[in-house]
């Protein structure tokens, strides 16, 4: 269970307050798998950092009894200087998880090679993100936050990366950010619609994306 309080945020652009969720009060329910639709600038990406925790809210609070991962796909919480085994040993002592078992599964998952014991600053984006995936997927969370992650490699590591996805997803759910709607479809069975400050929860994935097209005028 993830519920939202009275949950705020706002920027200032140009000289003027604007708010991208405003006022939001909603419970999303536990063990769904759920696409988080909205147009380019709707606040899809702040809703996910403020729910991971990375990002602070004007007012109000989110709170769930499960745990969460980070955003999937976003490595900004990785430190540039060490290595991808040195980052991935700190994140299973953050979370509590056994540091041996975590740093074999992302060395054999991630293929990154002798990169992986460089620093995370001579990665390319592409391996920033089968690091990071790696690492979210080394980690059983209650819900994952996911980011179009599955984008990432050649074509054989995004099946390896689709198939280990599918399979976290028969235990957890998601709140998925994703831009092709065939894969909301194949991952997702519920939605959530962020416009204009507002969330919009949604059993029906179609009706969710029926209501997308339309804010999007398409």
């Known amino acids: 269970m993830i519920r939202f309080e009275n949950l705020t945020k706002s920027f200032r652009l140009g000289g003027q307050r604007r708010i991208v969720i405003d006022n939001l009060n909603l419970t999303l329910p536990t063990g769904k798998s759920l ?8 606040g899809k990406s702040t809703l996910m950092q403020i729910i991971a925790g990375n990002m602070d809210a004007d007012h109000g609070r989110v709170i769930s009894d499960g745990s969460i991962s980070w955003p999937v796909g976003f490595a900004g919480s990785f430190h540039p200087e060490l290595t991808g085994a040195q980052n991935t ?7 509590g998880v056994d540091t041996g078992e975590l740093t074999d599964f992302v060395r054999g998952f991630a293929e990154l090679g002798d990169h992986f014991n460089m620093p995370v600053r001579t990665y390319s984006s592409g391996m920033r993100s089968r690091l990071t995936f790696g690492l979210s ?10 980011d179009e992650v599955t984008a990432a490699g050649d ?26 709607l065939g894969e909301l479809r194949e991952y997702c069975d519920a939605a959530l619609v962020l416009e ?3 969330l919009r929860y949604f059993d029906d994935l179609d009706e969710a ?3 997308h097209n339309e804010n999007m005028g398409t």
Do not use: C, P, W
Not at 89 to 95: E, G, H, M, S
Not at 137 to 146: C, K, Q, S
């Open 89 to 95: 040993r700190f994140i299973a002592r953050v979370y």
């Open 35 to 42: 696409a988080l639709l909205g147009r380019n600038g709707a």
């Open 137 to 146: 997927m080394g980690i059983e969370f209650d819900t994952y936050l996911v």
């Open 196 to 198: 204009k400050g507002n």
């Open 155 to 180: 074509a054989a590591f995004r099946q390896k990366s689709k198939q280990l996805f599918s399979a976290r997803m028969e235990r957890s759910g998601a709140i998925m950010v994703n831009h092709n």
């Open 209 to 211: 994306i029926e209501l």
